[in-house]
Each structure stands twice: as structure tokens, then as C-alpha cells.
T-cell receptor, first 112, second 114 residues
Framework: SQQGEEDPQALSIQEGENATMNCSYK?????LQWYRQNSGRGLVHLIL?????REKHSGRLRVTLDTSKKSSSLLITASRAADTASYYC????????????FGQGTTLQVKP | DGGITQSPKYLFRKEGQNVTLSCEQN?????MYWYRQDPGQGLRLIYY???????QKGDIAEGYSVSREKKESFPLTVTSAQKNPTAFYLC?????????????FGSGTQLSVL
């Protein structure tokens, strides 16, 4: 079952611009995670935000969580060509410990 | 280097054949997972194991089987009952079976049908 839906499905920007990706989910969650996947590779964990947190930063990444709207956003500032990848949100539902449900992802292309 | 190793990177299956995908981790993690990824889609959970000698069905377990006889190993067998096996398969692990753990992924195996 797919819990997260991401928007947009694809995003193309110029190097130096900011990229914003959104994730919506349907049921209550324990936390929400963001992962990155380069083409043909495995996923790499970026950041985890708990249900009682509203915002979290890691380097050029900023994640927000609005549990009342059941949505999260990932902002990448000052993007680089190396940020080109697919980005996925994943949620852990209340009671479903350890089981992550992934969204369908946003494909980001950063043009040099 | 610590991490998760999946092999082979590419695998071809003939009709009626069972194939096994290998996943080994040296992170000393208790929990391990198998996900399937189809083009342009997210990951869907096939099987997971919270601890050695235990495993549970995920959302799309039909046509697949697993074992967890050793902590570091979680092989996935794609059986002939899986009629549409062509996909990218990802193995992952986490320190414990907990909602607060992040997953570490292998590099994946691309399975295709001949």
C-alpha cells in the first residue's frame, strides 16, 4: 500500500536555484523520512523528522512537517548538478514500527 | 567498509525457473528488508525480518520466499509463481526493528525475464 504521494513527479531547475518537493500522506505517523536515489543505485537516507517536530535542517536540506495537513516538504537550497536524483519520502505509521511506506518519488534534474 | 552487498547486479530468469538474490550486511543490524521497485514507482515491501530466524510477509509477498538463518544474510528467492518478476530489487537493513531507525540500502539487483 502506498502511503506517500509526492509532488511534483518531476522537477527541472538551474544550478544555484532552490528545489522544493512535497509529500502528502494519509494516516497518522510516528515519523517521516526522506531518501535520495541516484539512477540505478540504492537509496541513501537524508533526514528523519518526528511527528512532534515541525522543521529540521541538515546542511543545505530543510524539511518541514505539518501533521494537521498530513504533509511534508523537502527544500534543497543552492542546488548543484550533483543533486540530480530521485527523492522519496517514507512514513512510519503509528503501531507499524519498523515498516516504512515509500512514496512514488520526485525526480530532480539540476542543469549546470 | 561496513555496508550491504547485493549480488548479482544483473540477473536473468528463464520461464519456470527459481532465482535467488543475495543480500549480506556487516553492520550487525537486527532488521533486514526486501523491496521491489518498478520503473517510475516507489518501493514496495516484499518481506522483512525483525531478527535472525524470523521473517514476515510484506505487502507483495506472493511469488517470493526468504530465509534468515544468519544475522548477516537475507536471501530472496523469486519463484516461478511470480509471473511478473522484472523489476529492480533492493535489500535494506536497520539497527533494530523500530520506527525511529533509518534504513541502509544495498546497490540493488536488476532482474529481467528472458
Amino acid at each position: 500500500s502506498q502511503q506517500g504521494e509526492e509532488d511534483p513527479q518531476a522537477l527541472s531547475i538551474q544550478e544555484g536555484e532552490n528545489a522544493t518537493m512535497n509529500c502528502s500522506y494519509k494516516t497518522s505517523i510516528n515519523n517521516l523520512q526522506w531518501y535520495r536515489q541516484n539512477s540505478g543505485r540504492g537509496l541513501v537516507h537524508l533526514i528523519l523528522i518526528r511527528s512532534n517536530e515541525r522543521e529540521k535542517h541538515s546542511g543545505r536540506l530543510r524539511v518541514t512537517l505539518d501533521t494537521s495537513k498530513k504533509s511534508s516538504s523537502l527544500l534543497i537550497t543552492a542546488s548543484r548538478a550533483a543533486d540530480t536524483a530521485s527523492y522519496y519520502c517514507a512514513t512510519s505509521g503509528v503501531g507499524n514500527t519498523g515498516k516504512l511506506i515509500f512514496g512514488q518519488g520526485t525526480t530532480l534534474q539540476v542543469k549546470p | 567498509d561496513g555496508g550491504i552487498t547485493q549480488s548479482p547486479k544483473y540477473l536473468f530468469r528463464k520461464e519456470g525457473q527459481n532465482v535467488t538474490l543475495s543480500c549480506e550486511q556487516n553492520l550487525n543490524h537486527d532488521a533486514m528488508y526486501w523491496y521491489r521497485q518498478d520503473p517510475g514507482q516507489g518501493l514496495r515491501l516484499i518481506y522483512y525480518s525483525q531478527i535472525v530466524n524470523d521473517f514476515q510477509k510484506g505487502d507483495i509477498a506472493e511469488g517470493y520466499s526468504v530465509s534468515r538463518e544468519k544475522k548477516e544474510s537475507f536471501p530472496l528467492t523469486v519463484t516461478s509463481a511470480q509471473k511478473n518478476p522484472t523489476a529492480f530489487y533492493l535489500c535494506a537493513s536497520s539497527m533494530t526493528w523500530s520506527s525511529n531507525e533509518k534504513l541502509f540500502f544495498g546497490s540493488g539487483t536488476q532482474l529481467s525475464v528472458l
